[in-house]
């Protein structure tokens, strides 16, 4: 590939993807990093045809018209995104979308693109980012997207079986049915910026956010065993955060907290929670924390039979532990917490 006499050379190219959004996402464009590199996130556009809404490609004026990968940034409609209808406005009109293309727009330097090797390290760390960035849209969201358990394509995506009632003559009664998809959680714009810049700085969300999107996952999949073992270690963690945040609210010594921190790694979550309560009289855990979370995580570790109503709440529960621990308002704030490093 000649890259001629230019020491940069602006790129472009698209990434599949699969998240609901709302329409004020469309047309706007995200700073982010992939391996270092800035690169810019653009978001498909809305045209009204006839009075109908379709999705195109990025607007052209935002590619350069020497991209060397312009041609893959094709225009169309649903390759882009689908626009689900009703929602919490009218049956017929659609409120959000479902996302399944995102430009992708960065600046390289010329060695770089000469060299064949420089470009697949950085596709490969691409597939990192994407994860990063996937991991704190659930997060943010409430989105299922990886789906933990078994598959659930067919209704995720809105094809699922669809029957319809038959009079006393076996005939079709009435032909209307609709074929919306299981909508998790929609992102927002703020939350869109968020994912990409928390996941550009190589970062992922908190654990105890990680092991709360898992549980709620394999709530949904109908694994409630499962979700309750990840409840559980969605509150180990809080609590551990929540002993190294409030007591340095109150200006302990990082030397201190660090012993107390190191005290608690050998206990289980029971004692945990009597640790934090009783021996460093922290603000109490939520009311009935012990029947609902700590009792039906242990039912679950124990092989003892688990309800999808006891990983519900559990699951309920256990996210306003983790507020506490780390308020998901604060992940939205570029200066702001930002979870672990990749």
């Known amino acids: 590939m000649s890259v001629g006499n230019r020491a940069e050379h602006k790129v472009s190219t698209t990434v599949n993807c699969n998240f609901f959004t709302t329409l004020e996402s469309f047309g706007e464009r995200f700073e982010s990093k992939i391996a270092g590199r800035p690169v810019t996130i653009l978001m498909p556009v809305i045209e009204t045809a006839g009075g109908k809404m379709v999705a195109l490609a990025p607007d052209a004026d935002r590619l350069s018209s020497d991209d060397l990968y312009n041609a893959l940034l094709m225009r169309g409609g649903s390759?882009?995104?689908?626009?689900?209808?009703?929602?919490?406005?009218?049956?017929?009109e659609p409120r959000i979308a479902n996302v399944s293309m995102l430009g992708v727009k960065a600046t390289l330097r010329a060695a770089d693109v000469a060299d064949y090797e420089s470009l697949r390290k950085l596709e490969r760390r691409a597939d990192d980012w994407w994860a990063a960035v996937t991991s704190?849209?659930?997060?943010?969201?409430?989105?299922?997207?990886?789906?933990?358990?078994?598959?659930?394509?067919?209704?995720?995506?809105?094809t699922h079986l669809q029957f319809f009632p038959l009079?006393?003559?076996?005939?079709?009664?009435?032909?209307?049915?609709?074929?919306?998809?299981?909508?998790?959680?929609?992102?927002?714009?703020?939350?869109?910026?968020?994912s990409f810049l928390h996941a550009g700085n190589g970062q992922l969300p908190p654990d105890e956010w990680l092991?709360?999107?898992?549980?709620?996952?394999?709530?949904?999949?109908?694994?409630?065993r499962r979700a309750?073992?990840?409840?559980?270690?969605?509150?180990?963690?809080?609590?551990?955060?929540?002993?190294?945040?409030?007591?340095?609210?109150?200006?302990?010594?990082?030397?201190?907290?660090?012993?107390?921190?190191?005290?608690?790694?050998?206990?289980?979550?029971?004692?945990?929670?009597?640790?934090?309560?009783?021996?460093?009289?922290?603000?109490?855990l939520p009311p009935s924390f012990e029947s609902v979370v700590l009792n039906k995580r242990n039912d679950a570790v124990h092989l003892r039979p688990t309800r999808k109503i006891d990983a519900e709440r559990a699951i309920g529960k256990t996210t306003k532990l983790v507020e506490r621990a780390t308020p998901l308002a604060s992940l939205l704030c570029a200066s702001g917490p930002a979870g672990r490093d990749g």
Request: proline residues 3%; aromatic residues 6%; charged residues 25%.
């Open 79 to 92: 390759m882009w995104a689908r626009f689900i209808l009703g929602g919490d406005g009218p049956l017929y």
């Open 228 to 284: 309750l073992i990840d409840v559980g270690s969605a509150a180990e963690v809080a609590l551990a955060r929540i002993v190294e945040n409030e007591l340095a609210d109150r200006s302990e010594s990082p030397a201190f907290i660090a012993g107390k921190l190191s005290a608690m790694e050998s206990l289980t979550l029971g004692q945990k929670i009597g640790y934090v309560e009783g021996h460093l009289k922290l603000r109490k």
């Open 136 to 158: 704190w849209i659930e997060v943010l969201s409430g989105q299922d997207i990886k789906q933990i358990g078994p598959a659930r394509q067919l209704w995720h995506n809105g």
């Open 167 to 194: 009079n006393e003559q076996e005939r079709l009664e009435s032909a209307i049915s609709a074929a919306t998809p299981d909508v998790s959680g929609v992102v927002s714009s703020d939350q869109l910026r968020a």
């Open 211 to 224: 092991f709360l999107r898992d549980a709620r996952s394999l709530h949904r999949a109908g694994e409630y």
